[in-house]
């Protein structure tokens, strides 16, 4: 069994065969959790796990890009960001329902930056959000789904900053979602009690970074996730991810440990229950 502790089945790129996409994924033991961006894809990832009674899990937030209007063209697909106020009250209304097992994903994102915007004010601003999802997930006993993105010319700056701030929030159990930094700053995270989530970039051959860190952090600090659509592993690359592909990272992971692949998912998949209360 393995868990694939960030999928975005929400969203439009699965409107068609969504369902198709759960449903392999389940036969093939493969356990999901789709994460909100913004209120309409969190409100369609709890009405999704709705319709499972065991498997299926949903984490709602207000990722930091749709704070703000812009464009956004990722390499799998183009779409544009919807600027949203974060509503504590509407947010608290949907992670009482019992699918709902984390707040976000939420973080900091200094790669995508709308224009004409100060970068200093929008630091500001996705901080003050950071931290009003840290507060609701700490009232509501409910983990954290860390999303970070640092700029070209400083990718790991980011990372400083999210420590900076978890700080302010002891014991919020959370997971630094598709980590792309170093050992020595995946191992300052672990030091501060959370855990690090691997993506299928760990299977690309000029990923060295990801694979020391997948190779050096312990497993029991590890998650592991699609983020499809987005990511989709070797042999799939370029494809349209899905949880299914998970199965890849983790055999990944097991290949660069020297350890079974079983060892990987037992591990991994406690780790998930255990970080986001899951029975």
Not at 232 to 237: S, V
Request: proline share 4%; net charge negative; hydrophobic share 35%.
């Amino acid at each position: 069994m393995l868990i694939d502790t960030h999928t975005h089945v929400n969203f439009n790129s699965f409107k068609e065969d969504g369902r198709d996409v759960i449903d392999r994924a389940l036969t093939n033991d493969i356990w999901l959790i789709n994460v909100g961006s913004q209120y309409k894809t969190s409100l369609r990832a709890v009405n999704i796990a709705n319709n499972y009674n065991q498997g299926v899990y949903a984490i709602v937030g207000l990722h930091p890009i749709h704070l703000f209007n812009m464009h956004v063209d990722e390499s799998e697909m183009e779409f544009n960001t919807r600027e949203e106020e974060f509503d504590k009250q509407t947010y608290t209304d949907l992670a009482s329902n019992p699918k709902v097992v984390g707040i976000g994903e939420t973080g900091l994102d200094y790669f995508h930056v709308p224009e004409g915007e100060d970068q200093k004010s929008v630091k500001q601003k996705q901080e003050e959000v950071f931290r009003a999802q840290l507060s609701l997930a700490m009232e509501l006993d409910k983990a954290v789904t860390i999303h970070s993105r640092g700029t070209k010319d400083d990718p790991l700056g980011v990372y400083q900053d999210i420590m900076r701030i978890m700080k302010e929030y002891p014991g919020v159990r959370a997971v630094v979602h598709c980590y792309t930094g170093d050992v020595e700053t995946a191992k300052q995270f672990i030091d501060l009690g959370l855990n690090i989530s691997i993506t299928g970039i760990v299977t690309f051959k000029n990923a060295k970074e990801v694979q020391e860190v997948a190779k050096e952090i312990p497993l029991e600090h590890i998650l592991v996730e699609t983020d499809a659509p987005y990511l989709a592993p070797d042999p799939h690359r370029g494809k349209r991810n899905e949880p299914s592909y998970v199965k890849f990272v983790a055999e990944k992971i097991a290949e660069l440990k020297g350890i079974s692949f079983e060892e990987v998912a037992e591990t991994t998949t406690q780790n998930a229950k255990k970080l986001f209360k899951i029975s």
